[in-house]
């Protein structure tokens, strides 16, 4: 790798911590046609892409790592005040995915925390139980349960995501007494069915027992706040309906699969994800046992 001056890597180096073309040439005091020229003229002279456009958004590749690396060595020589520091300001977006349920479950307050510390820094929130999309590049970082997560991404298991058997005080009222396959229960839809409560209603329950199906832990326990059967839930959720009681007796014994925080290999080294891996996997350890039940 050659690069001719200090320049190509300044250019590289902010629109990699931004993402943002218009962010980009606001910083260098620019218009955006000519970050666009100098990103696209450097890739030309080096033979390959450094960034994945996506929209608006520009992901740096992993082949922009080492002029990164070399930005950031020759900014501290230049200037040692600005070396990036714990609090350094970051721009541009970051796309992270979570479930409905972890997100209720305390993730939102951390990622509130998060972005305000980062005030600069735009979350591109993506709160879905489809299947994990990093390698597409569609988010920066998942907060995702999972037994096992493709080998491919990134990251570290936090803890164990429990879950509990639950009703509400009016169905119990209704319904006391009665045995695990004479309740009615509610349960995830097909695309959930290999998930732990999935894998349990298999196994445990009659299809005929099943009353109603969602793909979602919040509309399954909305269902069963209204009253309309029984639902295993992650325990770290459910304990935030105050109308739900827990039935574990329901249950054969222990479930839980594991949190876990991910990352594509191309994005860890990202200042933004870096930070962001940082920040909210201290604040989940911290909370383990809200997790783990």
Known sequence: MHVQNWDDYRFVAVLARTGSLTETSRLLG?????????????????????????????????????????????????????????????????AVTTTDSIYMSGVSEMINAFQERHPALRIDLSVTTRRL??????????????????????????CDLAFGVYSSRRYLELNAGRKRD???????????SASPPGRWMDAYIPPERRVLRADSF?????ACRLGRGVAMLPKAYAVRLPDLVPLDHLMDGPHAT???????????????VRAFLDFVGKRLSKEKKHFAG
């Open 30 to 94: 620019v218009d955006r046609s000519t970050v666009q020229r100098r990103i696209k003229g450097l890739e030309a002279r080096l033979g390959y892409s450094l960034f994945l456009k996506n929209g608006t958004q520009y992901k740096p590749l992993a082949e922009a790592q080492p002029i990164l690396a070399a930005a950031r060595t020759l900014e501290s020589a230049m200037n040692p005040a600005a070396s990036p520091t714990k609090g350094e300001t970051l721009a541009g977006n970051l």
């Open 182 to 192: 004479e309740h009615a229960w509610l349960t995830v839809s097909d695309g959930m």
């Open 218 to 222: 919040v509309a399954i326990g909305e």
């Open 258 to 272: 594991g949190l876990w925080l991910l990352t594509h290999p191309d994005m860890r080294n990202n200042p933004r």
């Open 133 to 158: 999309q990093l390698d597409r590049m569609e988010s920066d970082v998942a907060i995702r349960p999972s037994d096992a997560p493709p080998e491919h991404f990134v990251g570290r298991r936090i």
